[in-house]
C-alpha cells in the first residue's frame, strides 16, 4: 500500500510523481537534500541531480565535512573497526559522543581486558568511562580538549609546553604510554569537534607513526551519511554539496549547502530524503517541497511519498560502522512499501524531456 | 541488423590478419561475410585503422581507496585537464566513475580491470564498476596480507586448503584472478616493520613473503584460473630493487606469473645520484623467462595521485608527498595509501623513472608477454596513454623529449641508444590480442567471427597521440558508442568473474572462522547480484580444465 499526498490530501503514487516532477521541471535550481536513504537511493538521486541539474546535499554533511576537510588539507591515518578490535592494545577515546555515534562501541571495542583505553574528556559520557577497566580519565569538559591534544601533540614531539590543564607529570606520563603503544588506536566522531581539533588529533597519530604505530578511526554521523560521501565521490568525484547546475560537477562547501540555498532564496524547489527517520529539514524559507520520508511531512510538502525503511521494509546497501565499509543488509520485514530508489526514479522518469546522453 | 566496416585496414594479430577489408557485425558479434546479404548500414573506414576494443588489464579505477583518492584530491580534477598540452579543457575530468568510461571509451579501449579489490569491500568496488559506463570491467581479487592465509601457511595446512580458500573468496568477491600486493608487507607493517622483501617473514607468522607468493600461485594454476597470480613484489620504487624483481621472476620456476608495473622495480643504484635505471637487465630476464608477463606502468609528467594497497610503501613515501597530505589505511587485509604526487620532467628521478619505462617497452621482445599500463594514476593518469603510444611508435618525439630532461638522467638509462619504434601490430598484439588472452576472454580482443564486436577505429593522424585520444568510431557489443572521440551513447558493461570448483566444506570453516575471529557474519562482504542495481550485471569465464 502506497501513500502519496499533494498539499496534505492523499492521493494515488503515480498523481503524486507526476506533481513532484512538474515542480522539479518547473524549478530553476532545485536542491536535492537530507539523503537519508541507502545507496541505490542515494545513486538515483544523484542521477536526477545530474538530470535537472540540481544540488546534492545530506543532512549530516557538516560532520562529514569537518573530517574532510582535515584529511583533503593535511591527511590522516586511519583503520578499520575490525583491526581496532582485533590488534588495538591502546584506545585513545576522545569527547563523549562516541557510543551515540556507535552504540555498539562498547560491546566491539571494550571487551579485551589487556587492552588500555585512555578516555579524553568523556564528558557526558564520565560515569560509562568510570565503570571501564583498565582505563585512565583524562579531563572532563570538552573545551579543554584543543588545548589538551595541542599539549599531549607538543611532547609526544619532545617539544616544551605552558601551563595545560593536565599537571606537566601527567600529561608526560600519558605522552609516554601513547608512544609505548605498539598499535594505538584513536576513536572520534565528528560530530561534537571542530576541524582543528580533528587536525591535532590527526597529526598527533601521524606523529607517533614515526616511531610506533597509531591509527585514527573515525566515526560516521548516521543516516548513512558516510554511503552518501562514498556514493557521492564515485559518481561525482565530490563529496556532499556538490551540484550540476552549470552541466558539470562542482563543489563548493559554502555554495551548495542546501540550507543556505534556500535561506538566501537561491533555491526554488526541494526534494528532502529522510528514509531512516522523521527528520524535517532545518531551513525556515517557504518553498515548493518534495518530501520522501518514512514519515513524510505532509502539511509542509506539496507533495509527500511515504516510503519504506531501507533494511527493514526492503533490502539495502549501506554504510555499516562496525566493518566501516558498504554492505549488503536483507529485508527483516520485507513490504511492499516503495524505496526512495524507485520513487525517485519514478520521478525521473516523469519529467518531461528524455534524457541527454 | 547487418552492420558493415568497409575498407580499413584491419589489424587482427589473433587471427594473424593485416590487410585493407571489411568487418561484419550482427546481434553484437563480428560475422563472416555473408554472402550477397546487403548491409543495413554501413560505415566507410577506408583509410583508417581497425583494431578490436583495447583491454587495459591493470588500472585503478574502482574502489574505496580510489574513492578516497578522490576526496583527498578534489583539485586533481583540475591538473588532468592539462595533461595535453593544446587539449581543450573539459569542465569534468576523469576523476569519476562516468568520466572514467567514457574518456577510456574515446580512445577506443571497451574493457579495463581494477586489479586491486580487498575481499571486505568487494560490494563498494563492484558498485563503483556498475557505475562505469560503456566498457566491461573486471576485478582482480587481494590476498596475501589476510590472516586466515597466513595462518594456512603457518599451520602448513595442504594445498587444498589454500586453493579452497582461493576459490572461495574468488566466488565471495566476483573477482576475475587473484593478485598478491607486497606479499605480507602491509600484515608485517601493522607490527612496526618498516622494509619488507621477498624472503622476510611476517612477524607472528612466521611466513615468508616468497612463500604467499608461492602458494597463491600454486592455487591460482591449479584451479585453473586463466589469469595468472598477479604480482605487485616487495620493495617498490627503492634504489636497487630490481634485485627484487629479477628474484621474483625466478621464483616463477616456469609456472605462470604476471608481475605488474615492472618499471617502479626497474632501478639501480649506479650513477652519481646512486640511483639508475636497471630496466635493459630487468628486459633481458623478462625474456628469457618464457612463463613470465609483465605491465609496465609507465609515468608520465604532470599531477596525480597514488593509489596503492601497498600501505607500507605508501607510508615510507608519506614525506615525499607533493602537495603535503596523504592517507594511510591499515585495512583489515591489504588497507591501501593515497599519495598524491607530481611527476616533474626536470626531477632527475623522475626522468629516469620515465625513461626505464621506455625502456622495459623497447627492450623486450614479446609483446603478448609485455602489457600497456601505467598503473592508472600511479604512473600517470590513463588520459596519457595516447602520448606513450606515440612515443613507442616514435624515436624522434622521444629524442625531443629526452632534450627536456636532466642530461645526468639520461646519462643513467640506456634509452637514447634504442632505435625500436613499435608496429602497428604489435600496438594490436599487445594492447588487444594479448590482453584477452592473459584474461581468459575468448571472445574479445580479436576481430575473427564469434568475438564480441568491441571494435575501435582510429583515423591517420601525423600527431599519433591525437589519433589515439579520439577514435574516430568505437562500438561496443556491436553498437556505435563513439564518434570522432565524443560519446554518442552511453551504454553499461558488465564485470567478468570465474567461479572454479571448492570444496564446499569451505563455507563452513570460513564462518567459523569470521564468528571466531570478527564476531561478524559472512554476509557483511558479501556481493549479491541485486545490490548492484543494474541488470545482468555479471558475465562468468571458464576456467581452464
New interface residues.
Given amino acids: 500500500m502506497v501513500k502519496a499526498w499533494i498539499r496534505g490530501s492523499a492521493t494515488e503514487l503515480d498523481t503524486a510523481i507526476a506533481e513532484a516532477a512538474k515542480l522539479l521541471a518547473a524549478s530553476r535550481m532545485p536542491v536535492i537534500a537530507g539523503l537519508g536513504t541507502d ?2 537511493g542515494i ?1 538515483a538521486a544523484i542521477a536526477l541531480a545530474q538530470r535537472i541539474g540540481g544540488i546534492i546535499d545530506h543532512m549530516h554533511s557538516a560532520a562529514l565535512l569537518r573530517d ?1 576537510d582535515v ?10 573497526p ?2 581496532t ?3 588495538a592494545d591502546l584506545l585513545l577515546l576522545v569527547g563523549s559522543g562516541l557510543t551515540e555515534a556507535w552504540p555498539e562501541l562498547p560491546a ?1 571495542l571494550f571487551g579485551d581486558a589487556n587492552r588500555r583505553i585512555v578516555w579524553l574528556c568523556p564528558g557526558g559520557a564520565a560515569a560509562q568511562a568510570r565503570a571501564l577497566q583498565n582505563v585512565s580519565i583524562i579531563g572532563d569538559d570538552t573545551a579543554d580538549l584543543p588545548i589538551l591534544l595541542a599539549a599531549l601533540r607538543a611532547r609526544c614531539a619532545g617539544r616544551p609546553v605552558a601551563k595545560t590543564p593536565l599537571a606537566a607529570k601527567e600529561l608526560d606520563a600519558l605522552a609516554g604510554d601513547l608512544a609505548k603503544a ?2 594505538g588506536v584513536a576513536v572520534w566522531s565528528a560530530a561534537e569537534h571542530d576541524e582543528l581539533t580533528i587536525e591535532m588529533l590527526c597529526g598527533l597519530v601521524k606523529d607517533l ?1 614515526d616511531n ?2 597509531f ?1 585514527g578511526l573515525p566515526l560516521a554521523p548516521p543516516d548513512n551519511a558516510g554511503g552518501a ?3 557521492s ?7 556532499m554539496r556538490t551540484g550540476f547546475a ?4 562542482e ?1 563548493d562547501p559554502w555554495r551548495f549547502d542546501a540550507t543556505r540555498l534556500v535561506e538566501s532564496g537561491e533555491a526554488d524547489c526541494a526534494l528532502w530524503i529522510s528514509a531512516y527517520g522523521a527528520h524535517s529539514p532545518d531551513w525556515k524559507r517557504k518553498l515548493p517541497l518534495i518530501a520522501l520520508g518514512a514519515d513524510p511531512d505532509r502539511k509542509r510538502s506539496e507533495v509527500a511519498i511515504a516510503v519504506g525503511l531501507p533494511r527493514i521494509d526492503h ?1 539495502a ?1 549501506e554504510y ?1 560502522t ?2 566501516g ?6 529485508a527483516r520485514q520485507p513490504t511492499n512499501r516503495i524505496s526512495v ?1 524507485d520513487a525517485v526514479t519514478m520521478i525521473s522518469a516523469a519529467l518531461p524531456e528524455a534524457p541527454p ?1 | 541488423m547487418l552492420t558493415r566496416l568497409a575498407g580499413g585496414r584491419v589489424i587482427d594479430p589473433a587471427n594473424n590478419r593485416d590487410a585493407v577489408g571489411d568487418i561484419f557485425i550482427r546481434d553484437g558479434r563480428i560475422v563472416e561475410a555473408p554472402p550477397g546479404d546487403q548491409a543495413d548500414e554501413t560505415h566507410d573506414v577506408a583509410g583508417k585503422i581497425v583494431m578490436a576494443g583495447a583491454i587495459d588489464i591493470h588500472s585503478h579505477i ?1 574502489g ?1 581507496n ?3 583518492g ?5 583539485e586533481l ?1 583540475n591538473a588532468l585537464d592539462v595533461v595535453h598540452p593544446g587539449h581543450v579543457p573539459q ?3 576523469a ?5 572514467t568510461g567514457h574518456l577510456y571509451a574515446a580512445m577506443g579501449f571497451t574493457t579495463v580491470v581494477e586489479p586491486a579489490v580487498l575481499p ?2 568487494a ?2 568496488s563492484h ?2 564498476l556498475a ?1 562505469i559506463p560503456i566498457i566491461d570491467k573486471a576485478a582482480l581479487t587481494v590476498l596475501g596480507n589476510d590472516d586466515f592465509l597466513l595462518n594456512l601457511l603457518r599451520g602448513k595446512e595442504s594445498a587444498d586448503a589454500v586453493r579452497d580458500y582461493v576459490a572461495w573468496t574468488l566466488a565471495t568477491s566476483r573477482g576475475l584472478g587473484i593478485k598478491v600486493i607486497n606479499a605480507g608487507g602491509a600484515a608485517a ?4 616493520v618498516r622494509s619488507f622483501s621477498l624472503d622476510d617473514e611476517v612477524p607472528g607468522y612466521g611466513v615468508p613473503s616468497r612463500a604467499i607468493v608461492k602458494a597463491l600461485q600454486r592455487a591460482v594454476h591449479e584451479l585453473g584460473l586463466p589469469h595468472p597470480l598477479h604480482v605487485h613484489c616487495n620493495n617498490l620504487g627503492l634504489a636497487g630493487n630490481v634485485e627484487t624483481a629479477l628474484a621474483t621472476i625466478a621464483a616463477a620456476e616456469g609456472l605462470p606469473l604476471h608481475l605488474a608495473h615492472l618499471q617502479f622495480y626497474a632501478y639501480g643504484k649506479e650513477g652519481p645520484r646512486g640511483f639508475s635505471s636497471a630496466a635493459a637487465r630487468l628486459a633481458e630476464a623478462v625474456n628469457a623467462a618464457k612463463s613470465v608477463t609483465v605491465d609496465v606502468g609507465q609515468v608520465m609528467f604532470g599531477q596525480t595521485v597514488t593509489i596503492s594497497s601497498d600501505v607500507l610503501r605508501q ?1 615510507n613515501a ?1 614525506k615525499q ?1 607533493r602537495p ?9 587485509s591489504n ?1 591501501g595509501g593515497i599519495v598524491p604526487y607530481e611527476y616533474r620532467a626536470n626531477d632527475f628521478y623522475n626522468a629516469v623513472q620515465w625513461a626505464a619505462g621506455l625502456e622495459l617497452f623497447l627492450l623486450t621482445n614479446d609483446p603478448w608477454r609485455v602489457f600497456f599500463t601505467t598503473d592508472h594514476p600511479n604512473g600517470a593518469p590513463f588520459t596519457a596513454y595516447p602520448d606513450i603510444f606515440a612515443l613507442l611508435m616514435d624515436r624522434e618525439l622521444r629524442t625531443q623529449w629526452m632534450t627536456t630532461m636532466p642530461k645526468e638522467a639520461m646519462e643513467v638509462t640506456t634509452l637514447a641508444s634504442i632505435t625500436r619504434e613499435y608496429t602497428w601490430p604489435e600496438i594490436a598484439t599487445m594492447t588487444r590480442a594479448a590482453p584477452a588472452k592473459l584474461l581468459g576472454l575468448k571472445d574479445r580482443g580479436h576481430l575473427g567471427p564469434g568475438g564480441v564486436a568491441d571494435i575501435a577505429v582510429y583515423a591517420l593522424d601525423r600527431d599519433k597521440a591525437k589519433m589515439f585520444r579520439e577514435a574516430a568510431l568505437v562500438f561496443k557489443n556491436g553498437e556505435l558508442v563513439v564518434r570522432d572521440g565524443k ?4 551504454s553499461f558493461g558488465r564485470a567478468f568473474d570465474v567461479r572454479p570448483q571448492a570444496e564446499r566444506a569451505i563455507e563452513r570453516r570460513m564462518r567459523d572462522y569470521y564468528d571466531q ?4 557474519p559472512l ?6 547480484e ?2 548492484i ?1 543494474r541488470p545482468d550485471p555479471f558475465e562468468r569465464v571458464p576456467c581452464n580444465t
Fill in positions: 545507496v541505490a545513486r574532510l584529511m583533503r588539507e593535511s591527511g590522516m591515518m586511519v583503520t578499520t575490525n583491526e578490535r582485533l590488534r566491539r605498539r598499535f607513526n610506533t604505530r591509527s560521501q562514498q556514493v565521490g564515485w559518481m561525482t568525484g565530490f563529496p552549470r552541466g558539470y560537477w563543489h533490502p546497501v555499516l562496525a566493518t565499509t558498504l554492505g549488503a543488509v536483507e530508489a546522453c | 574502482a574505496g580510489e574513492t578516497l578522490r576526496l583527498l584530491m578534489p580534477r569542465p569534468a575530468g576523476w569519476n566513475t562516468f568520466e571486505h569491500n560490494l563498494q558498485l563503483e557505475d607493517f601493522k607490527d612496526n607510508f608519506r608527498a603535503k597530505k596523504y592517507v594511510i589505511f591499515d585495512g583489515d588497507g560519446v554518442v551513447r552511453q575471529r570478527y564476531g561478524l554476509d557483511f562482504m558479501s556481493v549479491p541485486a545490490a542495481g
